[in-house]
């Protein structure tokens, strides 16, 4: 991945390997950028984890533009994905 300015700040955006998929991350506003295979990866990682914690776990919903947001959960478990293992 080539070096990147941040699109949201114009920050300075750093390559990591998170989870054996390749992101930029802004060292400012700390968004990040991923390729599309890099977020196809993420998405089948996402699902195996799933698979993998047993009946106790489901898959995330797919984001719609009525979605509205959850509420909040006092007693929210450590991770609830895989995606929370990598950003959380």
């Known amino acids: 991945m080539e070096q ?3 699109p ?3 920050g300075e955006m750093n390559p990591h390997r998170r989870g054996g998929v390749e992101i930029a991350q802004c060292a400012s506003c700390r ?8 977020l196809a990866a ?21 984001i ?8 909040a959960s006092p007693s929210r478990p450590s991770s609830e994905s ?4 990598l950003f959380g």
């Open 64 to 71: 719609t533009s009525d979605m509205a947001k959850p509420p």
């Open 31 to 38: 968004g990040v950028f991923l390729e599309r295979s890099e």
């Open 42 to 62: 993420m998405i089948e990682h996402e699902k195996e984890w799933h698979l993998s914690r047993g009946p106790q776990t489901q898959p995330l919903p797919r």
């Open 8 to 10: 949201q700040c114009q």
């Open 82 to 85: 895989y995606i929370d293992l």
């Open 4 to 6: 990147m300015t941040c």
